[in-house]
């Protein structure tokens, strides 16, 4: 199967239409051998830089957070201003550089087993993530 028909069955199970547009979107995302973490406006300069076609910031939007909602994108809220995307929908724990704004993967077998000893009444944990905050020694 061509990585088109993949990018296209990705689209219309997310709702949306396969357009030349979302398909370069979905070769940024998912045509690579490595997790990629993103911002939207990340994604738009590269986008901006290695497209032919131009590509609006609400499609990007929209596509990015249609895939979101089905699953195929994590978000990572850093604070209240940023959000960043990951491709590895896994449950998995992250670094964040805040002196160059990036995310890094972090290993599970690099953090010990974590106990939660609060519930909320008729909630369950579904995940726990880990997000390390790090910064240049200055």
């Known amino acids: 199967m061509s990585n088109n028909v993949t990018f296209t069955e990705k689209l219309r199970s997310s709702g949306l239409r396969p357009t030349k547009q979302r398909i ?18 990340d994604l738009n300069k590269l986008l901006n830089k290695t497209s032919e076609k131009k590509i609006s910031l609400a499609t990007i939007y929209n596509t990015v957070h249609a895939f979101k909602k089905k699953g195929y994108l994590k978000e990572i809220s850093i604070n209240s201003e940023r959000s960043y995307f990951d491709t590895n929908v896994t449950n998995h724990h992250h670094f964040f550089d805040e002196s160059n704004n990036e995310l890094i993967d972090l290993d599970n077998k690099y953090v010990e087993k974590i106990t939660i000893s609060k519930s909320l009444p008729g909630k369950k944990i579904k995940s726990v993530e880990v997000l390390v905050k790090v910064a240049n020694n200055n």
């Open 24 to 41: 370069e979107i979905c070769k940024l995302l998912f045509n690579r051998a490595n997790t990629f973490h993103f911002t939207i406006n």
